[in-house]
């Protein structure tokens, strides 16, 4: 899975399992939803994403056939 799509699914993940416990479970679940939007918000001006460098040190996005 390249890179950016494995960023993206995370953000996804995060936003559903967010909403899914601020409705079952307890409201203030709800800024784990704001915190992971203004995430995304200020990588888009920065270029900086904490999600990336995590998931690179996991082995994401790697390729066997990479070039060199």
């Known amino acids: ?3 950016e799509n494995a960023i993206r699914a995370l ?10 416990l601020s409705h079952y479970v307890n409201p203030n679940w ?3 939803t704001v915190f992971v939007g203004a ?7 920065t270029g900086f994403c ?3 460098t995590i ?14």
Request: with cysteine; charged share 15%; hydrophobic share 50%.
């Open 11 to 20: 953000a996804g993940t995060m936003i559903l399992l967010s909403l899914a």
């Open 50 to 52: 904490p999600a990336e």
């Open 30 to 32: 709800i800024w784990l």
């Open 55 to 68: 998931l690179k040190k996991l082995g994401v996005g790697g390729s066997c056939c990479a070039k060199r």
């Open 39 to 45: 995430n995304l918000l200020q990588s888009a001006f």
């Open 1 to 3: 899975m390249k890179l």
